[in-house]
């Protein structure tokens, strides 16, 4: 009886932006110096990953860091009418969503729209 050995190709790409997702992930629990390392590495890896669907999962990312930076100083700033934390706890669901949402793209090896602003 023989046996069939599956031999999985591991794919560079889709180990860097694995390892992005994990440091946005951890960013949201010990704070945004992991996310900061992840836009960094996003950032950096970006071109590399031109013409393949990682690109997409890069830029979307990297899209969503900033509206998640972009939202909370908005809500830091709008404390003052007293509105603030109701923005910033709105920016925070809307960065989760995004990172599950996109995060599950990638297992499912399908693309994100990376123009696209809510999800």
Do not use: C
Request: proline share 3%; hydrophobic share 50%; no cysteine.
């Amino acid at each position: 009886m023989s046996e069939q050995s599956v031999i999985e190709v591991k794919d560079p790409h889709k180990t860097i932006v694995l390892i992005t997702y994990g440091l946005f992930f951890i960013g949201l629990f010990i704070g945004g110096l992991p996310t900061l390392i992840g836009v960094i590495i996003a950032y950096m890896k970006r071109k590399e990953t031109e013409g393949t669907v990682y690109h997409g999962y890069l830029n979307y990312l990297i899209k969503t860091f900033w509206i998640g930076f972009l939202g909370i100083l908005l809500g830091i700033i709008l404390s003052i009418v007293g509105i603030g934390m109701l923005v910033i706890m709105a920016t925070g669901l809307l960065y989760l969503i995004r990172l599950v949402y996109s995060f599950l793209k990638v297992l499912d090896k399908k693309p994100v729209n990376p123009a696209s602003w809510l999800i």
